[in-house]
């Protein structure tokens, strides 16, 4: 997915891209902020429950972070 978001800039160099990856990206960065705070707080002694579950969120947060960086120097 990667090599794809980035042989599409090069084709587009030059040209003014748009910022729609990135604001979609960092929504979805946003969102998962804001149901992990909110299933924190509501559960704060028993979350994550387990380290497959703890490891589930950091990967899943660190796949948004990931993307939502990648977006904004691809369309930078």
């Known amino acids: 997915m990667l090599h794809a978001l980035i042989t599409f800039a090069t084709e587009e160099a030059g040209h003014e891209t748009s910022k729609t990856l990135f604001y979609v990206c960092g929504l979805l960065l946003a969102a998962w902020a804001v149901v992990v705070s ?6 704060h002694e028993t979350f994550p429950s387990s380290k ?8 899943i947060s660190a796949v948004l972070v990931v993307l939502a960086m990648a977006s904004a120097i691809i369309t930078a």
């Not at 909110?38 to 559960?43: P, S």
């Not at 497959?52 to 990967?59: D, E, F, L």
């Open 38 to 43: 909110a299933i924190g707080i509501k559960a």
């Open 52 to 59: 497959g579950q703890a490891r589930g969120v950091m990967a």
